[in-house]
C-alpha cells in the first residue's frame, strides 16, 4: 500500500507546472532564515552552519573531520584578516606585504617558532591532532580559495593594505608559539638591573615574591652589562602587529622596535600592563547552586580590542557536541561545555623560561663557554621577501638551550632564552582538544595532565554534581636555583626535565560548595613550594578577595548572580584605603580636602559608571599615592625605574607605616596620604570641574575600540570602523576588570565571558564584544559592543530546537560532487541515515522518482530528464511543506538538484 501512495504523489507532481531553477542563496518562504549554499573541495558531506541571533555559529557535521573543517571554514568568514595576520606575524612574514619597517619583527618572530621534529610534535598531543588541525586549516583554506574566485568577499583590510590572504598549512598552527602567555623573562632582566643599581629594599617594593621568598644572584652571573636592550629582540618576537608606522613622518617614528618602546614606556610599565593578562573563573556545587545545578563561569582578560580575541563556536558531530570561546586561530573550544561537563581556564603563574648569559669566544663569537670547552651556536639562514624593497637575510643563532636574543661583542657576551614553550606538545590553547570531550573528573584530570602551555587553573563541573580544580602546564625542574634572574650558560643550572603533573595541587568537592581563582598565588599552605618552585611571580590577589567575600555572603547562587560578579565593581584597594582614612584624624584647613575626604568615607569603594567618589579615588589611588609614597623611601633615580611598585607592598606599607618613613612614620604617613589627595582632586577639578557631587568615574573612564587601520582610511570610513565610545566603570583591581590607560580609555578586561548552567545547558550565558565577526560590514561586527559596555549577557543556546528558533542565516556546505543522479542518489541516501526525514516513506519517494530519471540519463534524453527532475523538485517542496524533510536536506538536495538541471538545459 505505501508503494501505491508514493507512486501516485509522484505522478500527481509529474503534472504541476515547470519551476525555475533554485538559486544559491535564498531566503524561506516560511522564514525569515536567509540560506547559503557553498561547495567545497574536501569536504566529505554536507555540513551545516545555523549562525544565531548574536552571531554564534552552530556547526553541524556528520563527521568530526567535516565539523572541524567547517569550523575553519566559518572562522575564515567572520575573521580572515585577523587570522591571516596572526599566521602572517607568526611566522615572519609581515614583510612580504606591508614593506621594510617589519623586517626586524620578522627576524624575531622567526627566530622563536618551533624548530624541533614534527613527528614528536603532533605525537604529543595524541593521535588524532594532527588530522583535526589538517582539517581545520583545509576549511580555512577553502574559504581563501572562494575570495580568489569572488574578491568582494575579501574584508576591507586587504584593500586598505593591498594584499591578498595566505593559504595555511598544519604545521603553521602549532609552529608558531610566541602568543602564549607564558613570559617572566622581563622581570628577570628588571629584578637584574633593579638589584645592581637600587639593591634589594627597593627590589622588594618593586615586586613582592609570593610565597614568600628571598632570592640569591646565582654564582657566576654578573650583574654588570645586563640592560633592557637584551629584550629588544625578543619584545618583538612577542609582539602584535603595530601600524602607527603607515604615519611615520606625523608621529616621527623610524620602525617598529621604536614603536614599541613608545607605546609601551619602560621595562617596569610593560611588566605591569602584561600582569593585565589574567581572567576570573569559579565552579559552584549543586548544594551551594540556587539552581541546584552545577554552575561554571569564566571571563579572560585580555586586550579590548576589535575584533575580539575570542571565537565563540559550537560543534556538533558523531561523539562531539562542544560550545565556548576559544582562540579563532585553533580548531575546537578551550572555555565552554560538552553536554556532559563544564571547564574555564584562568593563568597559573608556572615560570616556564630562563635566560641564559654566556662568555663568548673572543675569536669567534658563535662559540660560547660550556662546561670545560668551547661550544658552537647552531647558525640558520633564512630569506625574507620584502615588498617594495629588496630581499633581507635573517640570520639565526641557537645555543643548546634556545633562540639567541642578544650578543655584546665588545664584552664577549650573548643571551639567549630557554622555554618551555618551544618544547614539543606546547603550542598555546591546543592542549584543549584532548579534555573537550572529558565526561568525568577522572578524564579532566587525566587530560590536565598532558596540558603544556599556557600554564592555568582549570576549573571542572559536571552533571554528576561533581566540582574541582586542576592547574596544568610544563613545568621545568631547577634543582639548584629559582628561576627569578638570569644564570649562566656554562652547563651549572640545567632544566632537570619536568615536574611530573600529579605534583600540581588540585581540589575536589571541596565543603565550602565553591573554588575560584583570579590569577591569585593559590598554592594550598601545605605545598612543597620550596622543592617544585612553580613560580613566584603572582598577581595582586584583590579580584579574588573580592569573590571569596561575595561567595562568603550569599548561602545561595545563581546564574544572575555569577554574571553580577563577573561584572563586580568594587575595589578591595578602595576598601582598605576608605577604611585607613575613617581611622586617621587629619587636620585640614582646605575645605576642597575636607569635602574630598567626606566623600571617600562616606563611599562604599563600588567603582560605577555614576561614582564621584571612585572619579577622585581611581586617579588618586593610580597617579598620586604611590608616587607620593616612592618618593618618600627610595631615590627618585630608583622611584622612576620600577613605576608604581608592588600594590601589595604600598599598601601594607600605608596601613602599616614603618621607618622606611623616617622616626616619625605615621605623621609622614598622613602627610602623604593629604597631600597626594590634593593633588589628586586639582587633576579631577581639571578634568570634571569644582563640583564634587557632579563627578562620574564614566565620564573619565570608557570604552573606545580604535581599528587598527581606523588611521589609513577617511573619516566616514573611519567611523565605520571604530566603535564606541561607551563609559564604562571597574579598574584593573575589580572583579569586573577594566585596565585603562593615562586617557582612561580601557585597554584591557573581560570581552569574552561565560556563565553555563551544567545540565540545563540553554540557561548558560555569554558575551563576546564587540561582535563575532571582524568584517566591518557585518552586523555581527559590533552588535554586542552596546551589551557589554552595560554589563549584559545574550543566551549561549545549546539545543537544537532553541538554536533553530533563533537562527538568523543558515550556511549549507556541500562536498563538490559529481553533477550526475548517483550523486543525487547518495545524497538522499546520506540524509536518510543521518535521519533528516521524518519517516522513511519521504525519502522511499525521492529515491524511486531519482531511478526513472537514471533510465533518462542512460538515454541522454535531456527533456524527459528536465521533466522528471522538475517533478523532483515539486516533491521536494511537498515533503519541506510537510515537515517531512529538514532544512539541511531540502536546501542541499535543491542545491545539487539545481546543477543538475542546468547541465542539461
Request: glycine residues 8%.
Amino acid at each position: 500500500m505505501k508503494k501505491i501512495l508514493i507512486f501516485a504523489l509522484i505522478c500527481m507532481l509529474l503534472m504541476t507546472p515547470f519551476l525555475s531553477s533554485i538559486g544559491s542563496t535564498t531566503s524561506n518562504a516560511n522564514s525569515s532564515v536567509t540560506t547559503t549554499i557553498h561547495e567545497l573541495d574536501g569536504l566529505e558531506k554536507p555540513a551545516e552552519i545555523l549562525v544565531d541571533n548574536w552571531g554564534i555559529p552552530h556547526i553541524y557535521a556528520s563527521s568530526q573531520a567535516d565539523v572541524y573543517f567547517a569550523q575553519g571554514f566559518n572562522v575564515a568568514r567572520d575573521r580572515l584578516w585577523q587570522i591571516d595576520l596572526w599566521r602572517k606575524n607568526g611566522l615572519g612574514e609581515l614583510s612580504e606585504v606591508l614593506g621594510p619597517d617589519y623586517v626586524e619583527q620578522d627576524k624575531a618572530k622567526r627566530l622563536f617558532l618551533y624548530r624541533g621534529d614534527m613527528e614528536e610534535e603532533w605525537e604529543a598531543y595524541g593521535p588524532e591532532t594532527e588530522d583535526i588541525v589538517t582539517a581545520f586549516t583545509q576549511g580555512i583554506n577553502a574559504y581563501v580559495e572562494m575570495t580568489e574566485a569572488n574578491p568582494d568577499l575579501l574584508p576591507d583590510e586587504f584593500d586598505i593594505l593591498d594584499y591578498k590572504p595566505s593559504k595555511w598549512e598544519p604545521e603553521d598552527v602549532v609552529r608558531i608559539r610566541s602568543h602564549g602567555l607564558t613570559r617572566n623573562i622581563t622581570n628577570e632582566v628588571a629584578r637584574a638591573i633593579t638589584l645592581r643599581d637600587h639593591g634589594e629594599d627597593v627590589e622588594s617594593v618593586r615586586k613582592k615574591l609570593q610565597p614568600d621568598w628571598e632570592t640569591e644572584v646565582p654564582e657566576g652571573l654578573n650583574l654588570e652589562g645586563i640592560s633592557e636592550d637584551i629584550l629588544d629582540t625578543y619584545q618583538l618576537a612577542t609582539s602584535g602587529v603595530s601600524f602607527d608606522n603607515a604615519e611615520n613622518e606625523a608621529e616621527g617614528l623610524e620602525d617598529v622596535e621604536t614603536q614599541l618602546t613608545t607605546e609601551a614606556g619602560n621595562l617596569n610599565e610593560q611588566i605591569e600592563m602584561e600582569s593585565s593578562l589574567g581572567s576570573n573563573n569559579w565552579v559552584i556545587s549543586p548544594e551551594k547552586s540556587e539552581t541546584g545545578r552545577p554552575i561554571m563561569a569564566d571571563d579572560p582578560h585580555r586586550a579590548v580590542d576589535v575584533p575580539s580575541l575570542r571565537y565563540i563556536t559550537h560543534l556538533s558531530a558523531p561523539g562531539l557536541d562542544v560550545i565556548g570561546g576559544g582562540e579563532p586561530v585553533l580548531p575546537g573550544v578551550s572555555i565552554g561545555h560538552n553536554g556532559t561537563s563544564a571547564w574555564g581556564l584562568t593563568i597559573f603563574s608556572i615560570d616556564q623560561e630562563d635566560l641564559y648569559v654566556y662568555e663568548t669566544n673572543p675569536d669567534n663569537p658563535s662559540e660560547y663557554r660550556y662546561e670545560d670547552g668551547w661550544e658552537s651556536m647552531t647558525s640558520v639562514s633564512e630569506d625574507i621577501e620584502v615588498k617594495d624593497g629588496e630581499e633581507q637575510v635573517a640570520d639565526l643563532e641557537f645555543t643548546r638551550h634556545g633562540p639567541v636574543i642578544y650578543k655584546d661583542e665588545e664584552n664577549n657576551r650573548a643571551y639567549a632564552v630557554r622555554a618551555g614553550w618551544l618544547e614539543p606538545g606546547m603550542a598555546p590553547y591546543l592542549g584543549s582538544l584532548s579534555y573537550m570531550g572529558a565526561e568525568s573528573w577522572d578524564e579532566f584530570y587525566e587530560a590536565m595532565n598532558r596540558w603544556g602551555s599556557p600554564s592555568e587553573n582549570q576549573v571542572y563541573a559536571d552533571v554528576e554534581g561533581d566540582i574541582g580544580w586542576k592547574p596544568g602546564g610544563l613545568t621545568p625542574v631547577r634543582d639548584n636555583w629559582d628561576g627569578l634572574l638570569p644564570v649562566p650558560g656554562d652547563g651549572t643550572y640545567e632544566w632537570d626535565g619536568f615536574l611530573n603533573q600529579e605534583k600540581m595541587p588540585h581540589e575536589f568537592n571541596p565543603d565550602r560548595g565553591w573554588i575560584g581563582t583570579a590569577n591569585q598565588m593559590n598554592l594550598p599552605n601545605d605545598y612543597d613550594y620550596e622543592k617544585y618552585k612553580l613560580g613566584f611571580e603572582w598577581t595582586a590577589p584583590f579580584r579574588f578577595q573580592r569573590i571569596k567575600e561575595v561567595m562568603e555572603s550569599n548561602e545561595k547562587m545563581g546564574i544572575e548572580d555569577s554574571l553580577q560578579l563577573q561584572t563586580d565593581y568594587t575595589s578591595i584597594p578602595a576598601k582598605r584605603l576608605i577604611h585607613l582614612l575613617n581611622d586617621i584624624e587629619f587636620n585640614s584647613s582646605d575645605e576642597q580636602v575636607v569635602e574630598a575626604l567626606e566623600l571617600l568615607r562616606s563611599w562604599d569603594g563600588e567603582l560605577s559608571v555614576e561614582t564621584s567618589a571612585g572619579a577622585l579615588f581611581e586617579v588618586w589611588y593610580q597617579y598620586h599615592l604611590g608616587d607620593a609614597v616612592l618618593a618618600e623611601i627610595m631615590s627618585e633615580e630608583a622611584a622612576d625605574y620600577i613605576g608604581s611598585g608592588d600594590p601589595l607592598v604600598i599598601l601594607d606599607l600605608l596601613e602599616n607605616p614603618d621607618e622606611r618613613f623616617g622616626d616619625n612614620p605615621v605623621e609622614i604617613r598622613d602627610e602623604i596620604l593629604l597631600s597626594s589627595l590634593n593633588t589628586a582632586i586639582e587633576q579631577v577639578e581639571e578634568l570634571l570641574g569644582s563640583n564634587m557631587n557632579e563627578w562620574q568615574w564614566g565620564e573619565l573612564k570608557h570604552a573606545y575600540l580604535n581599528h587598527p587601520l581606523a588611521k589609513l582610511v577617511g573619516e566616514e570610513q573611519a567611523a565605520d570602523m571604530n566603535i564606541g565610545p561607551l563609559p564604562r566603570g571597574g579598574s584593573g583591581d575589580t572583579v569586573g576588570a577594566s585596565r585603562y590607560n593615562s586617557n582612561f580609555k580601557q585597554t584591557h578586561g573581560a570581552t569574552f565571558r561565560v556563565v553555563v548552567d551544567v545540565g540545563e545547558w540553554d540557561n548558560s550565558i555569554a558575551m563576546n564584544s564587540p561582535g563575532q565577526s571582524g568584517d566591518p560590514n557585518s552586523k555581527h561586527y559590533d552588535n554586542l559592543f552596546d551589551t557589554w559596555a552595560n554589563d549584559g549577557a545574550f543566551p549561549l543556546l545549546y539545543s537544537r530546537d532553541k538554536i533553530e528558533e533563533a537562527t538568523d542565516q543558515r550556511i549549507i556546505l556541500m562536498p563538490d560532487l559529481e553533477n550526475n543522479v548517483t550523486s543525487l542518489e547518495l545524497l538522499v541516501k546520506h540524509f536518510e541515515t543521518e535521519e533528516e526525514f521524518a519517516d522513511e516513506d519521504a525519502a522511499r519517494s525521492l529515491e524511486i522518482h531519482l531511478k526513472a530519471v537514471k533510465q533518462f540519463e542512460k538515454q541522454g534524453n535531456a527533456e524527459k530528464i528536465l521533466k522528471h527532475m522538475q517533478g523532483f523538485v515539486d516533491l521536494l517542496e511537498h515533503h519541506y511543506d510537510a515537515g517531512d524533510i529538514t532544512e539541511l536536506a531540502y536546501h542541499a538536495l535543491l542545491h545539487q538538484t539545481e546543477n543538475y538541471m542546468q547541465k542539461w538545459e
